[in-house]
């Protein structure tokens, strides 16, 4: 069957409004073209080797091709070329640039980042939109660490005074030892354990399995969505461990409380039948379309496989670098076309069904599972 001719598919979808639904700062100070390199690698956690580039990749090659024209430079331009010009502008400038053009209503931003990326305040006034908090469960044991008293007292009364402005939570379980093993609620007094020997240890980076589990658990009573990270991340974190069928016995006990599983590659699979076994889990694509860069579009078609369309959500994760913010929209959009024009041209969906889809996931499963029209 030839190809369509009928622009409204692509016109809806260049225009949608998205709700990013997991997203960090961008930076707010200067920096060397090292800085800037190594964030276009998310696996490394050392800088990049002597020989290598962060430019000579599929993410970096999306920012020659797609970011290039937002600052005045023709498509595909050369890396020097990129870096130069680059650098005739402050971060808050570029901000400034990338993020509107995004095309983002809503920013949901995991906070638990460090200090030198922009905050709520200033990311909603550089992209003129909204910006609402994702409470990181892990910063909020660590706090509770920190104060006086009973720790399971301290951590209660932590998240909820941050819950009273945000909207949803997030753990880096797999960054902290991974979803095999027990996540089953502890007891009280294994939790006042747990404290007291990581309060002996300094009370710093958490990975005590007892009071992860509680946070967990205290997050599932908020009755607000609870994101994890999964699969793809840096090397710190085992990705074996990060499958989501780890988490069978944990959904089993989860109640109505959302679950996000964010990012997912290499487990959009797994994410996917999860969603379509669990009312209440959901998955997104963020973080890893970036990276797929062109090959994006197999990967978001390999999550519309078994998800319900109801439980697929959008995000980019930018997080540095203003670019990510804008990238993560951009391939998203050029993907999704991709993906439905073609169900679209062989005659196994309706234009009309997939532009309801593009709304689902742009904005309308966000919109309602994080009640964001009752902030």
Known sequence: MPASTDPSLAHHIAQVPLVDQHVHGCWSTAGDRNRFENALNEANTQPLANFDSGFDSQLGFS???HCAPIIGLPRHAAPQLYWERRTRFSEAELARLFLPAAGVTDWLVDTGMP?????LAELADLSGARAAEVVRLEQVAEQAAQAPGDYASAFEEILHRRMATAVGTKSILAYRGGFDGDL???SAQQVAEAAKRWRGEGGSRLHDRVLLRFGLH???RLDRPLQFHVGFGDRDCDLHKTNPLYLLDFLRQSGDTPIVLLHCYPYEREAGYLSQAFNNVYLDGGLSVNYLGARAPAFIARILELAPFRKILYSSDGFGPAELHYLGAT??????????????????WSPPDAMRVVDLIAHDNATRIYRLGNQ
């Open 63 to 65: 920012v020659r091709n």
């Open 115 to 119: 200090a030198e990326v922009a905050g």
């Open 184 to 186: 089953t609620e502890p």
């Open 218 to 220: 205290q997050a599932l």
């Open 331 to 348: 391939l998203w959009r050029n993907g999704i076309h991709r993906v439905l024009q073609g169900f679209v041209d062989s005659g196994d």
